[in-house]
């Protein structure tokens, strides 16, 4: 709706000029705001203990470019690991069965009581408790067997432990789109005569995946960012190089400020990405609503 806003005139018809408001408070707290950053920024970009020169060095270094390349792997992997399990522990958290529903909630709660950095020191210590992971057919002697330590490498232990623990933060938001669904698009898919798996399948997940997909961004930017923890075990990830250089030549200032621009290189690529899918996303899914849904579109076809 288009507000027409009319200028004020005195009894002659003669508009009358409106004085601006002064907001002095606001000048005043912007020019201190203004006035603190630059001054944080010159006590950085100045300090004679800082060597901007070694910055420049390090920062296309080709452990730092491998190390970029190996957070990217994974919290890709990670991410899509999270996802996929928090799909599935979501409809096992809204089930009938109560042990299913039982064991969903059971794994939400640990996962996310527990440090992600324990979870990754954790497996990647496996071996302690399961010196050899077998796989064998049960009541009998046939499988296979790898020794634990040449599984669980620090970049296995970092995919699993960020995956598992990503997995139960997204089932909550995932649980969250599917209870978002009108409850008449599930008395519909049954008037169908759909079995609740194809009802999940065609009705509820397709609409539940419109709400639920442009938050992932969110747990995207996070996860580049947390698999800084990966350098305590190790797993040759952005931080983990950074580190082992700045361990060796004492550059530790350096070395941070260099994994810091590239952290906020590509979360700044992440967000625009996530910007995007939020306006593919949301538009969608307000048509949709708009529009009666899916099974609003799957009733007429089904009575013709």
């Known amino acids: 709706m288009t507000v027409r806003t009319e200028p004020i005139t005195d009894a002659s018809g003669r508009p009358i000029p409106v004085a601006r408001t002064w907001h002095w408070g606001r000048w005043l707290a912007a020019v201190v705001a203004l006035a603190v950053a630059a001054q944080l920024a010159y006590l950085i970009v100045a300090n004679p ?6 910055v420049a060095e390090y920062v296309f270094h080709d452990r730092i470019l491998s190390g970029v390349w190996v957070t990217i792997e994974i919290s890709v992997l990670a991410t899509a690991l999270g996802l996929i399990l928090g799909v599935l522990v979501a409809i096992m958290r809204l089930a009938h069965n109560p042990v299913l529903s039982g064991l969903a909630t059971f794994y939400i709660w640990f996962f996310r009581g527990t440090p992600v950095l324990v ?9 302690f408790l399961f010196p050899e992971l077998v796989l064998k057919i049960p009541f009998t002697m046939i499988g296979v067997k790898w020794d634990t330590n040449d599984v669980m ?3 296995t232990s970092a995919m699993l432990g960020l995956g598992l623990n990503l997995a139960a933060y997204f089932a909550e938001t995932v649980r969250a789109g599917i209870q978002a669904v009108d409850n008449g698009q599930t008395e519909a898919a049954y008037a169908l005569g759909m079995t609740p798996a194809k009802r999940m399948r065609v009705i509820v997940l397709p609409q539940a995946l419109r709400i639920i997909i442009p938050p992932t961004g969110n747990e995207f930017i996070s996860m580049l960012k947390t698999t800084s923890l990966v350098y305590v075990v190790a797993g040759h990830d952005l931080m983990t190089n950074a580190s082992q250089i700045y361990k060796a030549n004492n550059r530790i200032m350096e070395l941070l400020i260099v994994a810091s621009l590239w952290y906020m290189l590509m979360t700044a690529v992440a967000t625009f990405l996530q910007g995007r899918l939020e306006r593919r996303f949301g538009s969608e899914a307000v048509r949709l609503v708009r529009g009666g849904g899916l099974a609003a579109r799957i009733l007429p076809k089904a009575a013709a």
């Open 49 to 54: 203990n800082l060597d901007w020169g070694k």
């Open 119 to 127: 979870q990754l020191i954790f497996w990647y210590n496996l071996a």
């Open 153 to 155: 490498t620090g970049f």
